[in-house]
């Protein structure tokens, strides 16, 4: 197992405990995109106002149809379980660290408290190019463990295959925008996306601690695929209760990241989100977080603002809000971690 035990630095604060029982979500959007992969035509334009509607409601939906092979996703799956199994002394020669942070690592901190879980990240271009690299000091090359044959081809693989989809989910957010489908693209041309592979073991005191706890994704998109066992929280819009997204067979769970909400200039918003453990079953996600080139300077598209309608957001650089964001990965830190409302204009009523 992961070798986790359980102290103090896992305990949420009262407030952020999860409830023993959480409802199941109802309501989240299935959108089957067999329009757009299929290579029958279809009405793309429908299925973008589905994706628009649903970014706009949820932040969060599911798709199907979504072309991505069955085989890529089940070699991938067993690549993280093998890599998972092994021995603590094994997994520990792949640790990241601060200057190298792609790799092995078991204490992550969300909001300042430790995480249940284990996970691996790897980038799906190794190394990236110069541009992509936010800081001159950090490595990003992956460290691929020596002894897990076809651990590597697998998630190459995979990560070609999000990819793909990737770029058609953001064609579709495009057209859902009434924007030109290809008007997002050129902020990946040197993009500092990356895969990580998550473990939850099963946890002595699920009611005490969070595999995640509760946040919003900094990125653009985020892929996930999990496992049937269950745990993905998000926060309803419309009442403010957390609920369980329910694992929905060969489909991947599409979280709208804070990058769409400022690119949209609020018209969609990124969820909040949270992985809720058990203390009987083992969970495996992986989640792809589909990020622009470090030098991308985020602010509102300018197609989409006006004299009544002007942009809420000073730009920021993506660079800077990403590595902030990661160092406090590391370690607790005295203040919150930075988010996009720090870059959010104060506009008069």
Request: hydrophobic share 40%; net charge negative; aromatic share 10%.
């Amino acid at each position: 197992m992961g070798g986790l035990s359980m102290d103090q630095s896992f305990v949420q604060a009262p407030e952020h405990r999860p409830k023993p029982t959480v409802s199941e979500a109802t309501g989240i959007p299935v959108i089957d995109l067999t329009p757009l992969t299929g290579g029958g035509g279809g009405d793309v334009d429908a299925l973008a106002a589905e994706v628009g509607e649903a970014s706009r409601d949820w932040g969060f939906f599911v798709v199907v149809g979504h072309g991505v092979p069955a085989e890529a996703v089940a070699r991938a799956t067993a690549a993280q379980r093998a890599f998972f199994a092994l021995p603590a002394e094994r997994k520990a020669a792949a640790r990241r660290s601060e200057a190298e942070p792609l790799g092995y690592y078991e204490s992550e901190h969300t909001k300042n408290v430790r995480d249940w879980k284990e996970v691996f990240d790897l980038v799906p271009r190794d190394p990236p190019p110069p541009a992509a690299v936010a800081d001159g000091e950090l490595v990003f090359a992956n460290k691929w463990p020596e002894d897990l044959p076809g651990f590597r081809e697998a998630l190459e693989e995979y990560a070609k295959a999000m990819e793909e989809l990737a770029f058609r989910l953001l064609e579709l957010i495009a057209r859902s925008l009434n924007l030109r489908p290809d008007r997002l693209h050129g902020f990946f041309k040197d993009q500092t996306t990356f895969i990580r592979l998550n473990h939850y073991p099963p946890c002595p005191s699920p009611d005490l601690a969070l595999g995640v706890g509760r946040h919003k994704d900094a990125g653009a998109l985020t892929i996930l695929s999990q496992d049937d066992v269950g745990g993905l929280d998000v926060r309803r819009r419309s009442d403010g209760e957390w609920v369980r997204v329910t694992p929905v067979p060969d489909s991947f769970i599409i979280n709208v990241g804070d990058l769409i909400q400022v690119w949209s200039n609020d018209r969609y918003e990124s969820a909040e989100h949270r992985v809720s453990v058990n203390s009987a079953k083992e969970r495996f996600s992986m989640p792809y977080f589909f990020n622009p080139a470090s030098y991308t300077m985020v602010e509102p598209v300018e197609e989409l603002l006006s004299e009544e309608n002007p942009a809420r957001y000073n730009a920021y650089n993506w660079g800077d809000f990403f590595s902030t964001r990661k160092n406090s990965n590391f370690k607790k830190l005295a203040v919150e971690n930075i988010q996009i409302a720090h870059f959010r204009k104060s506009i008069a009523a």
